[in-house]
């Protein structure tokens, strides 16, 4: 239902600077709540997470898994006859690449028809705040147009970090937003940082058959996710033939003719025919105007912001990435249409961080909701925990699938699901009924007693659920 939110008898402006899940989540919120919305975008609509980092590595990753189910189709007892027995899949870079792109550039369009479709107004070019309730947009056909704002809300994003000591060329020393436009697969690839991002791209190279070297300045991989889930990840890397380089920091990335040089902090070389930095992002702070409405902004560049999105300045809020909450598009859209909401007077519950459910696309992934094993070990929560290997469970093993588990969180005496972990092939489809059970504040009891299809994979939830009930928490 359409409501009107009037100002002296006027539609409320809404101008949105930033047109990702941030931005353009927000524009539909609030042309749905009846105000006059704008979106002023520098790029394309989707931002980032459609165009560059998300989507794109999404669509490298299914093409990467593809390739590694054929690899192990053997142990399912498939071969493939009349081929030379070292026949093996192959990943065509240029096809793969065009179809990434492609594919990312179709959903932008869905975007903006969107959008366009409620009545939001796009305007391409850079947007920037002129004083309290002014945007100017400049825009990218040439000229300058100034907007009045009733809200103002700034989702402008995040752009990986670069090293004055390595510095992406576009050929061989490459950013993740760069590695799409190559047009044969790296032959010998080091990715720096073992990160999220490092660790998922590092994979999916792999996977494509490519040598990757991962170089990685902690003791392991995925330094902030669950020890045991990044345990069993950085033993399937090397299973699979990647070098982890751990506690190896990198001090500079040089070309060398047709090489790539990466020097090491220790002073060690390794070298490749590409490079993949990925050593974090930095907010896209600077220079859109925040001083002219008092907006504060942190030294890292990213903006505060409290659980409804508002920052230091009245009318003024933000969302996504550049508030350094949670780099996940799911919470930038949440950031986005709770400012929303909040701003335009619409019904509104705060940000819980608790219910988000979170995954690395590596093979198996790892998905998380709620509290870790990290909160409970340094003390912030009492928990029981019960972790049930995947080798256990009949779907699993008619699947072939070795390596994972299930991981739950049960809070003593309300024996309530306070956080999971999976780790298997498709965890992302899996952490939701844990998420479900978080969310809704379910018990260990409730989750048992609910039927599993046999035999599935969903079985260890439910099996696990059974395990603390029997543990008599
Ligand atoms: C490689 C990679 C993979 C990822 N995979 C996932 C995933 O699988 N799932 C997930 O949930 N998250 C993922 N993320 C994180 C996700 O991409 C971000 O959390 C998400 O993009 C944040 O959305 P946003 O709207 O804040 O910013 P963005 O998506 O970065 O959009 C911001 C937009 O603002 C525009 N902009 C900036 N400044 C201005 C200005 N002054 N004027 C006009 N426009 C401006 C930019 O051009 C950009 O289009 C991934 C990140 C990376 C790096």
Known sequence: MERCHLVNGRQKNVVIIGGGPGGYESALVAAQLGAQVTVIEQTGLGGAAVLTDCVPSKTLIATSDFMSRFASAGRLGVGFEGTDEDQHAQAHAKQVNERILGLAEAQSRDIRAQLESVGVRIKNGRGRIAGPGRVTAELTGGGT?????????????????????????????????????????PEK????????????????????????????????????????AATVIENVFRR?????????????????????????????????????????????????????????????????????????????????????????????AMQGRIAMAHSLGDAV??????????????????????????????????????????????RAKMRNITDGFVKLFVRPGSTTIIGGVVVAPQASELIYPIGLAVQNRLTVDQVASTFSVYPSMTGSIAEAARRLHEAEI
């Not at 751990?246 to 070309?255: E, G, P, V, Y």
């Open 240 to 332: 699979r033939g990647m070098k982890v380089l751990n506690r190896s920091r990198m001090a500079a990335a040089r070309r060398e003719g047709d090489e790539v040089v990466v020097t090491l902090e220790d002073g060690r070389e390794v070298r490749g025919s590409h490079v993949l930095l990925a050593v974090g992002s930095v907010p896209l702070t600077d220079d859109i105007g925040l001083d002219k409405a008092g907006v504060e902004v942190t030294r890292s560049g990213h903006i505060p912001v409290d659980r409804v999105s508002r920052t230091s300045a009245q009318g003024v809020y933000a969302a996504g990435d550049c508030t350094g909450v949670l780099p996940l598009a799911s919470v930038a």
């Open 349 to 394: 519950a705060p940000l819980n961080l608790r219910g988000v459910c979170a995954n690395i696309f590596t093979d198996p992934e790892i998905a998380t909701v709620g509290y870790s094993q990290a909160d409970v070990e340094e003390g912030r929560i009492e928990a029981r925990v019960v972790t049930l290997p995947l080798s256990t469970n009949p």
């Open 145 to 185: 147009e100034e907007l009045i704002a009733d809200v103002i809300l700034l989702a402008v994003g995040c752009t990986p970090r670069v090293m004055d000591t390595a510095i992406p060329d576009g050929e061989r020393i490459l950013t993740w937003q760069q590695i799409y436009d190559l047009t044969e697969l």
């Open 189 to 228: 690839l080091i990715v720096v940082g073992s990160g999220v991002t490092g660790a998922e791209l590092a994979h999916a190279y792999l996977g494509l058959g490519c040598d990757v070297t991962l170089v990685s300045s902690r003791d392991r991989v995925l330094p902030g996710e669950d020890a045991d």
